[in-house]
């Protein structure tokens, strides 16, 4: 059932806000850097490289230069036979297909590399629900707030009001992109943010019932 809403499209972050991706992304993370003899940090701390470029997470461990480049093609080719695995959080299919079906034109602005974005997003049934799959490219230079705004600029090419959007995510990366985009950010509370990191959003989200009234309609 469809509502009056302030928003004229809806952005939907992937990992930690549509799927609990968590488990597939640190086991990479650990198998990558365990092969070089590294030591990981236990999983909880692992929590903060779900969400933001491959890039960053491995300078954040302490890489650099050409071995930073390895890592996270390593990481990729690992990713790439699991990827599929991870569900969607309970009830997200439905805040989806919801806006969708109220007629918000909806998209994806993930830091996944599109193509599995996409490929993600079929597998769990919801592929037709989105008007546009957006993610990063597969250079450093790929992040949250260049996906945005190609996300926008592929909405607005299709000729739909790109007018007052909103970001929906779970981590600081998320708030940063979006703030970097000149966009509203919601938070959601079931992904994998740390105390604070949400404390800009606009609202904050507990329920998926809860995000689709924020958004304007009920589930």
């Known amino acids: 059932m469809s509502a009056e809403t302030q928003f004229t499209c809806v952005l939907f972050d992937v990992d ?3 799927v609990d991706s968590a488990p597939a992304v640190i086991h990479c993370f650990n198998t990558v850097l365990s ?22 997470s491995f300078a954040d461990l302490g890489f650099e230069g050409e071995i930073t480049k390895e890592l996270v093609d390593e990481y990729r080719a690992l990713y790439r036979t699991i990827f599929l695995e991870p569900p969607l959080f309970p009830r997200m299919d439905e805040v989806v297909r919801g806006a969708h079906n109220a007629g918000i034109p909806v998209a994806t602005a993930t830091s996944k590399q599109e193509p599995l974005a996409l490929a993600q ?3 769990l049934g919801i592929l037709d629900a989105f008007d546009v799959i957006a993610g990063a490219t597969p250079g450093p ?6 996906v945005i705004a190609d996300a926008l600029s592929r909405l607005s090419a299709k000729g739909m009001d790109i ?7 779970d981590s600081c990366w998320d708030v ?6 000149g966009i509203d950010v919601m938070g959601v509370s079931w992904g994998y943010a740390k105390d604070g990191d949400l404390d800009e959003c606009i609202a904050i989200a507990h329920t998926p019932e809860e995000l689709a009234r924020l958004l304007g309609f009920t589930l």
């Open 176 to 181: 940063e992109g979006g703030q970097q985009a």
């Open 141 to 146: 230079g790929s992040s949250k707030a260049t």
């Open 163 to 169: 007018s007052r959007p909103v970001l929906i995510g």
């Open 35 to 56: 092969k070089r003899g590294v030591t990981t940090p236990p999983a909880n701390a692992m929590r903060k490289y779900v969400g933001p470029p491959l890039w960053w």
């Open 121 to 123: 997003m079929e597998h």
């Open 16 to 18: 930690g806000t549509l």
